[in-house]
């Protein structure tokens, strides 16, 4: 079973960037789709961003031009690089499987706020 490990999240002022890490305990490069999820307090998780091995990701609207996910499968880690943060993207943020089939890792918490 793969574990996933996520880190990089912190508090960040508004228009301020983080860059996001999920590392993987097993090997990626078989799951075809990996995505970054988030939840913030009181909704329902909801995916940010996918990466699919023929080098095809997707966005939510509310990130598009925002965030940018990225893989190594070499390294077995999943990236997303996020810049003008807003305060609305404040959440804990997961990555998983697209759909997300492996065990939920703790996340990483980000606090966009001044």
Same mark, same amino acid.
């Given at each position: 079973?793969?574990?996933?490990? *996520? +880190?990089? !999240? ?6 301020? /960037?983080?860059? @996001?890490? =999920?590392?993987? +305990?097993?090997?990626?490069? +078989?799951i075809?789709a990996?995505?970054?999820? #988030?939840? %913030?307090?009181?909704? *329902? #998780? *909801? @995916?940010? %961003?996918?990466?699919? &091995?023929? !080098?095809?990701?997707n966005?939510?609207?509310?990130v $598009?031009?925002?965030?940018?996910? /990225? #893989?190594?499968?070499?390294? &077995? ?5 996020m810049?003008?943060? $807003?305060?609305?993207?404040?959440a804990?943020?997961y =990555?998983n %499987?697209?759909?997300? #089939?492996?065990t939920? !890792?703790?996340?990483?918490?980000v606090?966009v706020?001044s």
């Open positions: 079973q793969v574990q996933l490990v *996520e +880190s990089g !999240g912190g508090l960040v002022q508004p228009g301020g /960037s983080l860059r @996001l890490s =999920c590392a993987a +305990s097993g090997s990626i490069f +078989s075809y990996m995505a970054w999820y #988030r939840q %913030a307090p009181g909704k *329902e #998780r *909801e @995916l940010v %961003a996918g990466t699919h &091995n023929g !080098g095809i990701t966005y939510a609207d509310s $598009k031009g925002r965030f940018t996910i /990225s #893989r190594d499968n070499a390294k &077995n880690t999943v990236y997303l690089q810049k003008s943060l $807003k305060p609305e993207d404040t804990v943020y =990555c %499987a697209v759909p997300p #089939r492996l939920w !890792g703790q996340g990483t918490q606090t706020s």
